[in-house]
């Protein structure tokens, strides 16, 4: 075993030297057992996965891309990315699909996470940063709103701010269909059914606008469609509402009052309002009320998302996304197109145009007109995408599929190739946290023999395929970053290892190394053509599926505080295995009753795309008419086996969140004849 230590920094400002469970625990996966450290081949389609060398394993890949795009077109070949790569990592992915391949098939896991608060954001105020404060900035609101979040269980060291806002006396409201850890202490919990929080929002609004709650002069000096919106939610009384959401309608004027009435107040959305075929038109909701109270660019005051993958805000700013460059710079404008082939080197004219969003891609692999050759990187789409038996099948149906990972996770048991990767202790790079941020993380150790840096195959990929040739040395990857990303909305340009280490990190964008960064966004004006931010009216939908006679019952899905996205890594720490071995089905004592079922209990959970089956976790915490299961867990217990992946139609997210499941139990086995 290879000695680790695993230290903190106790005053590094975005977690004050906390960690959760996960972080905690990381360091016993570097030299875990079953840590892969040698390529995997198989010889057929029906043999077992078997060592090889580097050479044979690449071979192979290259000689499965060029046949491919000989067949097939450079759309032939796909990649399909992760939040959790580094910045380097996720602009050299993007780079490589692009300018070394001449692919428009690459995109990657966080169009699960983060796209629809991206896509709002982005429409509203110019630009999508996460938080466009400090994480700290938390500390010293007088109100929270948050939708859809449990920092509680998801995000842990962030808590200690929320913590120190409430001993202030700041009052929490919480918006979810659960009484989790983080809504069980707030000072009004908001129980919607699955797929309303946009009426919700809406009704906030209302509430807002009727009792002359709203920030007239902000509205009028910053912002643009105000009266639209206006008109809008003139339908949605607080009445109304309660008939749509089933939260009380003297709930919903108390927590528009609440935040109203704070000096300063925030509006945080997270995956439980985002991850719906509205989610987008959602976030858009929210943000109208963010607007409307004047907060935004205020002290202590705005609307955020809050981030849960590793690198979500980095990764999605660099080139990962099917139609985005780095920078935010998006791949079907001309002047962006130019800038970044100078940086690469090639003609405009050779970089596609915008692919197709993950899931369908992932709908369309080995069909005409589809992607034959699929690399996936840090990723595990078998566990993690919606209607996961139907990717599967797609996944087989491949002409070749390579898989670059740690561990044999799902995905790469199904892989004809398993290149071992290096983790995050083993090589340097930057991510870009929740905040924009961008820190730095060193190596501290070097892989065992036989793991590569995902850059090292990156530049073997190339060479073998006779394509110019490309680095694998961080520093200078970031540093042709910065050029590819300057001028850009997420500028990178002032940005260097030297000055992240000496300033505890700095806020995007940051357009010289003379600038200081920007911590706070909008305290002047927006990043959009008239340099307002843009109300938009939405209306509410609903979920795309409701409870019916042959489906009655929502499923939701969500994360537990001891696993993390598809466990492939979680499921494999001692510690954090006995707190939650297997996938468990939460629902009210009234529900279990009718059902027939206990604490447990096996149940099968049913819906129009597969099947499930789970033990049962009573809790007087849900709705009665709602169950909730985490998506960390794969076999028969794998809850993306029963999601919808219909999507949202502008950020391309499917609508995790809601679903309609029939739930059975499990017959207990018979016993058999005495006399046999």
Not at 443 to 448: K, Q, R, S
Not at 635 to 652: C, F
């Amino acid at each position: 075993m290879r000695p680790v230590t695993l230290t903190v920094q106790e005053d590094f400002p975005t977690n004050l030297g906390g960690l959760c469970a996960k972080g905690w625990t990381a360091a016993e996966l570097i030299d875990h057992p079953e840590r892969l450290t040698a390529p995997l081949v198989r010889d057929s389609r029906d043999s077992p996965l078997r060592p090889a060398s580097w050479d044979e394993a690449l071979d192979r890949v290259s000689a499965a891309i060029s046949s491919a795009q000989a067949r097939f077109g450079a759309n032939g070949v796909g990649l399909f990315g992760g939040g959790g790569l580094t910045n380097e990592k996720a602009y050299q992915f993007g780079k490589f699909a692009r300018a070394t391949l001449g692919t428009a098939m690459i995109d990657y896991n966080g169009r699960f996470c983060m796209s629809s608060a991206a896509n709002a954001a982005t429409r509203a105020f110019g630009i999508d940063r996460g938080l466009p404060f400090p994480l700290a900035d938390i500390a010293q609101t007088d109100a929270l709103l948050l939708v859809g979040s449990n920092p509680a269980d998801t995000m842990p060291p962030a808590m200690q701010f929320l913590d120190r806002a409430r001993a202030r006396g700041a009052k929490l409201v919480v918006i979810d269909p659960r009484t989790t850890r983080t809504a069980v202490d707030a000072d009004l919990h908001l129980q919607p059914v699955p797929g309303t929080d946009l009426a919700l929002a809406n009704g906030l609004l209302n509430v807002a606008i009727r009792e002359r709650l709203f920030d007239a002069a902000y509205v009028a000096d910053r912002t643009t469609g105000f009266e639209d919106v206006r008109r809008a939610v003139r339908p949605y009384w607080p009445d109304r509402v309660e008939r749509i959401s089933g939260v009380p309608e003297a709930d919903i004027v108390r927590a528009a009052r609440i935040l109203a009435g704070a000096g300063s107040a925030m509006i945080l959305t997270a995956r439980g309002a985002e991850q719906h075929s509205s989610g987008s038109d959602t976030v858009l909701a929210f943000i109208n009320l963010a607007l409307a109270l004047g907060l935004p660019g205020r002290p202590f005051s705005g609307y955020g998302t809050v981030t849960g993958q590793g690198n979500g805000q980095g990764g999605r700013e660099h080139g990962q996304k099917a139609d985005q460059l780095p920078g935010y710079r998006r791949l079907d404008d001309p002047p962006a197109r130019a800038h970044v082939a100078k940086v690469w080197g090639v003609e405009p004219a050779e970089l596609p145009m915008p692919g197709v969003s993950a899931y369908e891609m992932l709908d369309r692999l080995g069909t005409d007109g589809g992607v034959r050759v699929l690399w996936v990187v840090a990723s595990n789409v078998v566990v993690s995408a919606p209607r996961a038996g139907h990717v599967a099948e797609r996944l087989r149906a491949l002409d070749f599929l390579v898989v670059s990972d740690f561990f044999l996770s799902e995905t790469a048991q199904m892989a004809d190739v398993v290149l071992p990767s290096a983790q995050w202790a083993e090589e340097t790079g930057t991510m870009t946290n929740l905040e924009g941020r961008v820190i730095l993380r060193r190596a501290a150790l070097p892989p065992p023999d036989g793991a590569r840096s995902d850059l090292w195959v990156m530049r073997e990929l190339a060479e073998r395929l006779h394509r110019p040739k490309l680095s694998d040395d961080p520093r200078e990857i970031f540093d042709e970053l910065r050029r590819a990303s300057a001028g850009g909305k997420a500028d990178y340009a002032g940005i260097s290892y030297e000055r992240i280490e000496a300033e505890q990190g700095i806020f995007w964008p940051c357009p010289s190394p003379r600038h200081p960064g920007t911590p706070r966004l909008f305290t002047e004006d927006f990043p959009t053509p008239d340099r307002r931010a843009h109300f938009h009216p939405v209306e509410h939908r609903g979920a795309a599926e409701t409870p019916d006679a042959e489906f009655p019952y929502y499923l939701t899905t969500g994360r537990l505080l001891g696993q993390y996205q598809s466990g492939t890594q979680t499921r494999r720490v001692v510690s954090l295995t006995k707190s939650e071995p297997a996938s468990v089905v939460e629902m009210h004592g009234t529900l279990a009753r009718r059902i027939g079922v206990g604490a447990g209990d096996l149940v099968v959970l049913r819906s129009r795309r597969g099947r499930a089956v789970m033990e049962v976790r009573i809790t007087d915490g849900i709705r009665a008419d709602t169950v909730f299961a985490p998506f960390h867990y794969s076999g028969e217990g794998a809850v993306n086996l029963l999601t919808n992946p219909v999507l949202d139609p502008h950020s391309r997210m499917p609508e995790f969140k809601a679903c309609s499941v029939a739930i059975e139990p499990v017959p207990l086995p018979t016993k058999g004849n005495s006399d046999e």
